[in-house]
């Protein structure tokens, strides 16, 4: 599953978000939910979709599909250090697709700030320096070596991995993520196997009160400031309201208070649709009478690519894939509909999946 890692200074906020994550179980009230370990959280994606799908075909079950959260705590200054745990942390890091990188924009005079002050810029900045200071003792001790091979063999991937390490390490001195570094497709590739913290795609997410979740305020606007040419998805939650509001029994009691607020959906579902965008993630289903499921895979996958996600057999095996478009059921009703009214394609390994789709895999065993 997707695993999404949520970094930040210490009284960020990062354990209510985790907490009403966790509790997202609160928008779709028979989606199973998980807590494997104190600090990792398994939420169901929510999705409209499904629920249409699960009223037309009246399956056992429904799955939709899932986000692993992981809460990392204790990224204080010195991590890269291995100070506080440090690198343990880090470690966690690495094994994350993306980061949500809580930064504290409430003031709250009972609650200490680690550094005195509320500030996210200086904030991020503090997570920023650590996650760039390991990934720059990353590329330097590869560089020697590779530099070696690069010169000797004139092997031509080395010397791409070369010249990535460079771009990448001069990045990191000037303070620069590796994400801010321009690759091409050729460089981009080599640059996948260096697992670099700061390459991974980043979300911030503004932890705010409740007075200013629909206006933003002095704090937010200095974050958005100091980001804007990073190209990153700036979110504003107000991560204890929304803690309380999951705490509510009913739906629609939860509705209500979001729309007392003035909001539409709750900050939980804003933050999983921003991560599927900034993973360029999509979702396609299955729709049987036993099972109506959601199934994520990356944008732009081909047929068998796609069947993968399911089971690696499928992928190998792959023959050909029956497609539906989501509308399509919709109008239509049912699989049979579909196919009596021409709407069900068949199509082979070259097809490029897309968002909605209802899938049926032929595949050899
Ligand atoms: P962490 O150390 O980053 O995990 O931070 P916590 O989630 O434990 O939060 C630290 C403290 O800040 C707790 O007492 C929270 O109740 C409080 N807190 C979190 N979000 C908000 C908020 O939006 N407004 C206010 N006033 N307090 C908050």
Known sequence: ALKCGIVGL??????????????????????????????????????????????????????????????????????????????????????????????????????????????????????????????????????????????????????KLYEVLLKFKEALLAGKSARTVELTDAEEKVARGLFLLTSKPVMYVCNVDEASILTGNKHVEALRKAVADENAEVLMIAARTEAEIAELESYEERQMFLEDLGLKESGVAKLIKSAYRLLDLQTYFTAGEKEVRAWTFPKGALAPQAAGVIHTDFEKGFIRAEVIKYDDFLKYGSEQACKEAGKMSVEGKEYVVCDGDIMHFRFNV
């Open 10 to 159: 210490p009284n960020v906020g990062k354990s209510t978000l985790f907490n009403c994550l966790s509790n997202a179980k609160a928008q779709s009230a028979n989606f199973p939910f998980c807590t494997i370990e104190p600090n990792i959280g398994v939420i169901t994606v929510p999705d409209d979709r499904l629920t249409e799908l699960e009223r037309l075909v009246k399956p056992q079950r429904v799955v939709p599909t899932t986000v692993e959260i992981v809460d990392i705590a204790g990224l204080v200054k010195g991590a890269s250090k291995g100070e506080g745990l440090g690198n343990k942390f880090l470690a966690n890091i690495r094994e994350t697709d993306a980061i949500i990188h809580v930064l504290r924009c409430f003031e709250d005079d009972n609650i200490t700030h680690v550094d005195g002050s509320v500030d996210p810029v200086r904030d991020k900045e503090v997570i920023d320096i650590e996650l760039q200071l390991k990934d720059l003792e990353t590329v330097e001790a590869r560089l020697p070596k590779v530099e070696k091979t690069a010169v000797a063999s004139k092997d031509p991937d080395s010397k």
